[in-house]
T-cell receptor, first 110, second 112 residues
Framework: QKEVEQDPGPLSVPEGAIVSLNCTYSNSAFQYFMWYRQYSRKGPELLMYTYSSGNKEDGRFTAQVDKSSKYISLFIRDSQPSDSATYLCAMSANNNDMRFGAGTRLTVKP | KAGVTQTPRYLIKTRGQQVTLSCSPISGHRSVSWYQQTPGQGLQFLFEYFSETQRNKGNFPGRFSGRQFSNSRSEMNVSTLELGDSALYLC???????????FGEGSWLTVV
């Protein structure tokens, strides 16, 4: 079993839809959780950064962490074609040596 | 403020050769880490350097090595290249261990 599990998709939604992306993990020591967005042939770009459990909102993006269930989510409201990318979850115990999910490829169709 | 800069962006090497990739972190960042990204394995941690010292190392063979200079710039080297080393190599920097990391655009390595 991988330390971090993420459904690779692909996920296709119409413009304006709410997108839900998820990761599960097995290491209970993880306490730093991040979501990165990666466009084709580009480096990952940090979207959301969360410490421990709880919710964090930034514009159309909301990150949720449920440490009791070892489950994290990223919600994208009012999705746009420009949101089409691969979304990677990442987590670590000490904010170093991060473990990444496989990435979910998202396409938002106009 | 300039981001993380990686060179070269694209390169093609032959099996058995060696390659050196370079990374200039964000100004003021002293910690640099390297990752390998492939379609099959995803993003995998290679190693991390802080103040010229390797702090962490991932599960890669000794053919993969790195170093950091006094100006925080870092290089990674892969010797005796294999076809499976074809990947996107990403460098990331952070002000100090424990802070958010920022990635460069990556170096695309193709081994033929």
């Amino acid at each position: 079993q991988k330390e971090v599990e993420q459904d690779p998709g692909p996920l296709s939604v119409p413009e304006g839809a709410i997108v839900s992306l998820n990761c599960t993990y097995s290491n209970s020591a993880f306490q730093y959780f991040m979501w990165y967005r990666q466009y084709s042939r580009k480096g990952p770009e940090l979207l959301m950064y969360t410490y421990s459990s709880g919710n964090k909102e930034d514009g159309r993006f909301t990150a949720q962490v449920d440490k009791s269930s070892k489950y994290i989510s990223l919600f994208i409201r009012d999705s746009q074609p420009s949101d089409s990318a691969t979304y990677l979850c990442a987590m670590s115990a000490n904010n170093n040596d991060m473990r990444f999910g496989a990435g979910t490829r998202l396409t938002v169709k106009p | 403020k300039a981001g993380v800069t990686q060179t070269p962006r694209y390169l093609i090497k032959t099996r058995g050769q060696q390659v050196t990739l370079s990374c200039s972190p964000i100004s003021g960042h002293r910690s640099v880490s390297w990752y390998q990204q492939t379609p099959g394995q995803g993003l995998q941690f290679l190693f991390e350097y802080f103040s010229e010292t390797q702090r962490n190392k991932g599960n890669f063979p000794g053919r993969f090595s790195g170093r950091q200079f006094s100006n925080s710039r870092s290089e990674m080297n892969v010797s005796t290249l294999e076809l499976g080393d074809s990947a996107l190599y990403l460098c990331a920097s952070t002000a100090s261990p424990g802070n958010t990391i920022y990635f460069g655009e990556g170096s695309w390595l193709t081994v033929v």
